[in-house]
């Protein structure tokens, strides 16, 4: 998904402090950040309050925001840090299920030192490439995946590695043999490892190919 | 059997790497999950620990890709690709990989902008209930827009 055009136009006359701007992001995204808190309370007012609390923490982030990310992504990851903040507040257990190493929390909210000294030694400029040349490169296996119409692939690759499903987990939900998920999934690495090579990195650690 | 014959209950497990590594992957029951959680709000050690678990996983970077693809929505429909799934005018093959995408894999994002939608849909009633809070959003949240404006 990516930054429209309307996106950018609202976020610049929301940064130069027009009303109508904010008004209208308001209108246009509070329904479904509403949808997605309430999926997990399952308790109106409170979702409510995430929501809100989720609007400012927008304004308030507002001048770290790359206009090239995804609006709509940036405030799910927005709202899913102030739903766990709720949900520690009430001792409940935060999730961990965005797909996110930062909890859901985008980067601009992520108070200085917050990170481990380990986990920052250990990760570093290396980890950082790495993320990316992933991202770039998964994304555009996905789009030549799409383009032709291989659903029986995405969804396979979806459900090891969005899921984490197990290959025979996976091959009974969809019907395939493990061979074939193993192939996919093997396929997928070889392409990725070559990409990486290509730019000069590793990704070893991906196993498989 | 005296009192003090009886088998005294075992404490719980510590917690070591495995079982953080079990937190991290959702397959703690629940009393340990509790516990696990009370403990890393209590203690800053563990959750560096934790933090240095994750890391290490052995499956580091393919975690990573699942976070990659989630969230960047590699595969997640546009707002107005769920509309017309909404309304049943998509290519059936499309229509079938979304119910896939949204009940098997719950992208909870596009199950809350379906949600969104549905209502949407059906709601005209809830119109000024919407537009109440949106306003009590813009009350809270309007003092706000200045500064910005400043720092342009």
């Known amino acids: 998904m990516s930054t429209s055009e309307s996106d950018i136009l609202i976020v610049r006359q929301v940064r130069a402090g027009d009303a109508r701007a ?15 808190v309430d999926s997990r309370l399952r308790d109106r007012a409170a ?5 809100q609390e989720t609007f400012i923490g927008f304004l308030t982030s507002l001048p770290h925001y790359d206009e090239k990310r995804d609006m709509e992504a940036y405030l799910f990851s927005i709202a899913a840090h102030k739903l766990t903040d709720h949900l520690r507040k009430q001792g409940r257990r935060p999730i961990d299920q965005f797909g996110s190493d930062d909890h859901g929390r985008p980067l601009d909210e992520v108070p200085g030192g917050g990170r481990a000294a380990s986990s920052i030694a ?7 490439a790495e993320e990316r040349l992933l991202s770039e490169s998964m994304g555009q296996l996905v789009r030549e995946w799409l383009a032709r119409g291989d659903y029986g692939r995405i969804r396979c690759m979806e459900l090891l590695v969005v899921k984490g499903w197990a290959n025979k987990d996976v091959a009974r939900h969809l019907g395939l043999t493990e061979q074939a998920v193993a192939s996919y999934k093997f396929q997928t690495i070889a392409r990725l490892k070559e990409m990486a090579r290509r730019a000069g990195l590793s ?3 991906l196993g498989g190919a | 059997m005296t009192r003090d014959d009886a088998p005294q209950p075992r404490g719980p497990a510590a917690i070591d790497d495995a079982l953080l590594q079990d937190y991290l992957v959702d397959q703690l029951p629940p009393e340990d999950l509790a516990r696990v959680e009370k403990a890393l709000r209590d203690s800053a050690e563990l959750r560096e620990r934790l933090e240095d678990v994750r890391n290490n996983r052995d499956d580091f970077q393919l975690h990573s890709l699942g976070a990659i ?19 049943d005018a998509l290519d059936p093959e499309l229509a079938e990989y979304f119910q896939f995408h949204l009940d098997v894999v719950e992208c909870p994002f596009c199950q809350a902008n379906l949600a969104d939608l549905e209502a949407q849909a059906q709601a005209s009633t809830a119109a000024q209930a919407s537009k109440s809070r949106q306003h009590r959003i813009l009350r809270s949240s309007q003092h706000l827009l200045g500064d910005e404006a400043k720092e342009h």
């Open chain 1, 22 to 36: 904010w008004r209208q992001l308001i209108e246009r995204f509070e329904g479904r950040l509403l949808a997605f």
């Open chain 1, 47 to 51: 979702s409510e309050d995430v929501v």
């Open chain 1, 122 to 128: 250990r990760s570093g400029e290396r980890r950082k």
């Open chain 1, 203 to 205: 990704l070893e650690d």
């Open chain 2, 69 to 87: 693809w989630h969230r960047s929505r590699l595969t997640c429909p546009t707002r107005q690709q769920l509309g017309s799934y909404l309304l």
